[in-house]
């Protein structure tokens, strides 16, 4: 994403809207031409090399922060690597032994006439089986400048081609781990995101997201547990009201709360909302309405009101797919696979109805032989989430119903009352076969075997 002095929005009587450019317009196209061509150029050159090059760009250019964002965008994209042939680390400390009580070794050395420092070079060199070029240029190669462009989206360094499955790849995930829908960096692809990217920064300071999808709705949900916020899930009509139940439902509206109410004033909730920004436009039709902090961390104390839609021609990087997790689920997801058992897990995509309110349950577990159970997961801590999701679970009432609870949570098995039974404790992760006692005892059968 863009960083907070990289954004470009206007508040004008108590909203804020993201600056978009206009991505067929010429001279975007061409900026955003010139960069993908040097970052591509740049491919094995030392990272301030690149930076410089990007620089010299910007300066010529008058949308400062336009063009800097989008090589923000394209740096997210890339991998930086330390490339010597022997650890920098050993290289100065053996230059260093060599040197030491006669001269110096700076940190840019020139060989030149100077045959004391050549000499130095030669030796070390000589010791650690290296060039004389590559102990004068490795001794310091482990700086921030001096690392090498090995990756750029897609494209990897030449001398990076051939490397073994061992070395990290990058598939336009930046920093994130999200899957993305696509592989190759074009022009329209920098355009695109660059309009998400305003939108996303505009969120660093939200305090509560309003969300209403049409379609969809089990990838949209999928992405607002991965990056754990906090939820409350009503059923909608196609106007977006609120209805008594699931069975006269359009479409659902999510309340997503925030930083303000929850963190102190924190940007770490804003910046969740942010990651889970692109994951609307996977939706053929979708609202969002965000309550923005006024000023620097909400210095006036004010809010602004935050509004996008289907119809502001966001594009997203996401795939549209619904097996996301949040770590514990992953990580059970991981295990489960390696497990020796009958039972399924899969992601669940049920949505319970409880009235004016619905719960999305994390997985089911299926036997071959037609039982099915519900698996819940309640791992989040803040005492209204906890309390809101109790309720929820008691309101569902339903016997095969199971659930696993982080014993780090202020909760006992009085929470439960009626339910204890179905409750797995559990610390740092949760054991599959833990999991396979708890479904074999509450499971029914709702299909035949099969």
């Not at 090589?71 to 490339?83: G, I, Q, R, S, Y």
């Not at 993305?180 to 355009?191: G, K, M, N, P, R």
């Not at 929850?262 to 979708?286: E, H, Q, V």
């Not at 949760?430 to 059968?445: F, P, Q, R, T």
Request: charged residues 30%; aromatic residues 10%; hydrophobic residues 35%.
């Amino acid at each position: 994403m863009l960083t907070a002095d990289l954004a470009r929005s206007r508040t004008y009587e108590g909203t804020i809207t993201p600056l978009f450019i206009d991505a067929d317009e010429q001279q975007y196209r061409d900026t955003a031409e010139k960069l993908i061509r040097i970052f591509e150029e740049h491919l094995g050159e030392p990272k301030g090399e690149l930076e410089d090059t990007i620089d010299q760009l910007t300066i010529a250019d008058t949308d400062y922060k336009i063009v800097q964002g989008l090589a923000k965008l394209l740096k997210d994209e890339c991998e930086f690597e330390t490339v010597a042939p022997v650890e920098p680390q050993e290289i100065r400390q053996a230059l260093f032994e060599k040197a030491n009580g006669s001269y110096p070794i700076v940190r840019q050395p020139t060989l030149g006439e100077d045959t004391q420092k050549l000499e130095v070079y030669s030796s070390v060199a000589d010791q650690l089986g290296i060039t004389l070029e590559e102990c004068y240029r490795g001794m310091y190669a482990d700086l921030e400048e001096n690392k090498r462009l090995v990756r750029f989206g897609h494209r990897v360094s030449d001398e990076y081609e051939n490397a073994d499955d061992s070395t990290t790849t990058t598939r336009l995930t930046g920093d994130s781990e999200e899957s993305y829908a696509e592989d190759t960096i074009t022009v329209d692809w920098l355009l695109t995101r660059y309009n998400l990217a305003l939108a996303q920064a505009v969120l660093y300071d939200a305090t509560e997201m309003r969300v209403r999808v049409w379609d969809s709705f089990a990838t949209v949900f999928s992405y607002v547990k991965l990056f754990g916020l906090m939820h409350r899930i009503y059923p909608v009509d196609s106007n977006g009201n609120r209805v008594a139940s699931t069975d006269v439902a359009d479409g659902y509206e999510a309340i997503l709360d925030g930083a303000a109410s929850l963190f102190s004033k924190s940007r770490k909730y804003g910046i969740r909302m942010a990651n889970f920004l692109p994951a609307l436009p996977l939706c053929d039709r979708w609202e969002m309405e965000a309550d923005i902090l006024d000023g620097e961390g909400g210095s006036t104390g004010g809010t602004l009101s935050f509004e996008l839609d289907y119809t502001d021609d966001l594009s997203s990087h996401y795939s549209a797919q619904s097996d996301f997790d949040s770590d514990v689920e992953r990580t059970l997801a991981q295990k489960w696979e390696r497990a020796n058992t009958d039972w399924e897990l899969i992601r669940e995509d049920d949505v319970l109805d409880l009235g004016a309110e619905v719960m999305l349950p994390d997985f089911a577990l299926e036997h071959p032989d037609g039982r099915r159970v519900i698996f819940e997961i309640v791992g989040f801590w803040t005492p209204e989430y906890l309390d809101e999701k109790l309720s929820k679970i008691r309101e569902a009432d339903r016997d095969n119903l199971i659930v696993a609870v982080s014993e780090r949570l202020d909760c006992s098995s009085e929470d439960f009352e009626g339910m204890d039974d179905r409750v797995l404790w559990f610390k740092s992760g949760i054991h599959v076969y833990d999991v396979v006692e708890l479904a074999a005892e509450y499971a029914v059968e709702v299909s035949p075997p099969q």
